[in-house]
């Protein structure tokens, strides 16, 4: 009877019939309250979504206190889900370990690392996800572990491992720390015609970002400099590759190769026959053993655990720790015999993780570069990718480009959810109500329970200037997912809109204590203190959030005006020009920079740098108004009485258009509208 429940059990899985499987697993346990079926119980347990249930079973499922590795990794996994870390390191590192067992696996060295983060202990964290890397380059979460903790160096490091065993460090060494001025600019997809999402007429978005979106942008920031327009993304060439359908055929395999093939010595030939694995003591094994062991495959579900073998009946897989001797672990990835197929895949992981990591550090450029040069096309033409591409662009606050981006990701992948919540802010930014609820609509039928899909109802709430409805939805995501920083500054920006600058702060300072690196939150926890002239405090938040995104335009901006209240106008012109620098169509930063030489009585140079910002963008009421107080007070009042008039008839607001209008009949009054800005 043990046999056919455990057989049953495995086959209600596989249907991912989980409810029968608790059910079947239920009478096995009962029948035979073995460890072996503990862990199949937590495992049905878990796929059934009840990791509370899993975590009892395997908490009080050890009578000796000895867990295997496998059902150690369990238990740990469900301790995070339930939030109790300190158990969960305590299970992995110490509790329910024999004496003899080998040290951690990947897996293990990964949860370790996360469970560090969580807890504030970054460096150590580091330390845990580079090791799990070392042992396993396919373990994809513990490089994005790393990229979150801002390890440059040790991902730079990884990233050139890799490199090296799929031998392509000549391709790779060239998109690394000093790439070269003019490797800065986005690279021209080659063009190709065919593609039936190129041909759907109106599904992609037009145009360049105007200033009035970024102008608008400062009290919710998404952080970094506008992109110039060259930056702007031509069509993907994914969707220019596509003759039939969304979905590939046969002949658009992974074509990772980009240059010729190099000369380098190969690795000592292995019967194709065999399956290579990633462990060292599998690859270690005989041809003929590896036969073997395939042919096995079949009876496993049945037959009784053996020594060498897992609770769950299958082979030790050196990602869970314990069963690979210590010596093994210490193999180089590169010594490992490997087919034409790792190696392939070893390419791909290492330009999406170069790509990948230089979003981390924010350097936009560089990364849609690598992600639209050097993947092949049925990569670049996923979700995944075009999300991140998307994303760069956001930083970049080019939003036209990352919400042309944001629409090719959802034509590729309709029922993705990742990331979109950034895509809501995106059309938030551009004022696109209508799309931004029909994203929430689609969201909300896609997942309710998703902590996006409550992100993105808020800001429709938000951009419907209903803040008490956004932040009860913002609530809402928090409660399903308490860790993800973003929510918490979205949140924060909500309660700055209504001037409750306590919750704000509270917000903002929650986001930062989820992860010390999201820019964001400093950004917001700096406007807080900003508004409450709290200026000393504020030039600390934002010099916080520039050491973490160094090319924000926006950033620097705010430093030089808050410099500027405090009295440090040589600071506050440093800070204001590097803006420019990053950004020449950061209107903002040239108006500040105005206002600043006018107060210093720097008249000329003042009329100097709105004359170069008017060039830029000519259709902004602010520029002419500032232009003619400049002009006013170089004692030029005819020109002053253009420029004033000029910006009414830009049609400014009633409120504004009424200050132009006092300001013109108080033209011959001296240092009237000194001070004063639209």
């Not at 996800?129 to 903790?149: I, S, T, Y």
């Not at 050196?318 to 197929?341: F, L, N, T, W």
């Not at 992860?515 to 400093?522: E, I, L, S, T, V």
Request: glycine share 4%.
């Amino acid at each position: 009877m043990d046999s056919c429940l455990r057989r049953e059990v495995l086959n209600s899985l596989s249907c991912d019939l989980a409810g029968n499987a608790v059910f079947l697993c239920e009478r096995l346990f009962a029948e035979k309250p073995t460890e072996e079926n503990a862990l199949l119980l937590a495992r049905c347990y878990c796929r059934n979504r009840q990791e509370y249930r899993a975590y009892h079973v395997l908490k009080d499922g050890g009578p000796l206190k000895v867990l295997s590795p496998e059902c150690r990794l369990l238990l740990a996994q469900c301790c995070i889900k339930l939030g109790h870390l300190p158990e969960a390191e305590e299970v992995l590192l110490k509790k329910y370990r024999s004496s003899r067992e080998a040290p951690l696996g990947p897996v293990e060295n990964y949860l370790v690392g996360r469970i560090h983060r969580l807890t504030s202990r970054p460096e150590s964290a580091k330390e845990y996800c580079a090791r799990a890397l070392e042992l396993d380059p396919f373990l994809w979460v513990a490089f994005e572990e790393l990229c979150r903790l801002g390890a440059s160096g040790e991902t730079s490091k990884i990233v050139q491992n890799m490199a090296c065993i799929a031998e392509i460090e000549n391709e790779v060494q060239s998109l690394h720390i000093n790439t070269p001025a003019s490797a800065m600019e986005t690279p021209t997809p080659q063009n190709h015609i065919g593609s039936p999402l190129m041909n759907a007429p109106n599904r992609i978005s037009e145009g360049t970002p105007g200033f009035q979106n970024f102008a608008n942008d400062q009290d919710r920031y998404d952080g970094s400099p506008r992109t110039p327009t060259s930056m702007t993304s031509p069509a993907p060439r994914c969707f220019q590759h596509m003759e039939h359908s969304i979905g590939m055929d046969s002949s658009m395999e992974m074509q990772v190769l980009h240059v010729p093939p190099t000369n380098k010595k190969k690795n000592t030939p292995v019967d194709s026959d065999v399956p290579i694995r990633r462990s060292a003591r599998i690859a270690a094994l005989s041809s003929r053993k590896g036969r073997a062991s395939s042919t096995r495959r079949q009876s496993e579900a049945t037959a009784p655990p053996s020594s060498n073998r897992s609770m769950s009946g299958q082979p030790r897989n050196h990602r869970y720790g314990g069963s690979v001797p210590e010596r093994e672990h210490d193999s180089s990835a590169k010594s490992r015999m490997m087919d034409d197929g790792t190696k392939a895949a070893l390419r791909l992981l290492t330009f999406l993780g170069e790509g990948y990591r230089l979003l981390s550090m924010y350097r936009c450029k560089d990364a849609i570069q690598v992600f639209t040069s050097r993947l092949p096309t049925n990569q670049y033409c996923t979700g995944w990718v075009l999300c991140q591409v998307a994303k760069a662009h956001a930083e970049s606050v080019d939003y036209h480009s990352a919400q042309k981006s944001f629409e090719n990701a959802r034509l590729v992948d309709p029922q993705r959810l990742e990331d979109m919540d950034v895509y809501s802010t995106v059309l938030w930014q551009l004022g696109e109500l209508d799309k931004l609820s029909h994203l929430a609509d689609a969201a909300v039928s896609l997942e309710r329970l998703a902590p996006e899909t409550w992100c993105i109802v808020g800001n429709v709430h938000s951009k419907n200037t209903d803040p008490d409805s956004a932040i009860k939805a913002f609530q809402r995501a928090m409660q399903l997912d308490p860790d993800r920083p973003y929510t918490y500054t979205l949140c924060g920006h909500e309660y700055f809109a209504l001037e409750d600058f306590e919750r704000a702060q509270q917000c903002f300072r929650k986001a930062i204590n989820k992860d010390g690196r999201h820019y964001k939150a400093w950004y917001g926890a700096g406007l807080v203190h900003y508004r409450q002239e709290k200026y000393e405090s504020a030039q600390a938040q934002f010099r916080r959030a520039i050491s973490i995104n160094n090319a924000s335009s926006v950033l620097k901006c705010q430093l030089g005006m808050t410099l500027a209240k405090l009295s440090k106008n040589d600071g506050a012109l440093l800070q204001l020009q590097q803006a420019i620098n990053s950004d020449r169509k950061n209107i903002i930063a040239w108006l500040e920079k105005a206002k600043v030489l006018q107060n210093m009585e720097r008249h000329q140079e003042a009329l100097e740098v709105l004359q170069g910002a008017l060039v830029i963008e000519h259709r902004d009421p602010c520029l002419h108004f500032q232009t003619g107080i400049a002009y006013k007070n170089l004692g030029k009042k005819n020109e002053a009485v253009k420029h004033y008039f000029h910006a009414l008839d830009l049609k400014p607001s009633a409120a504004d258009q009424n200050f132009i209008r006092t300001a013109i009949e108080k033209i011959n009054v001296e240092d009237d509208c000194q001070d004063t800005e639209l």
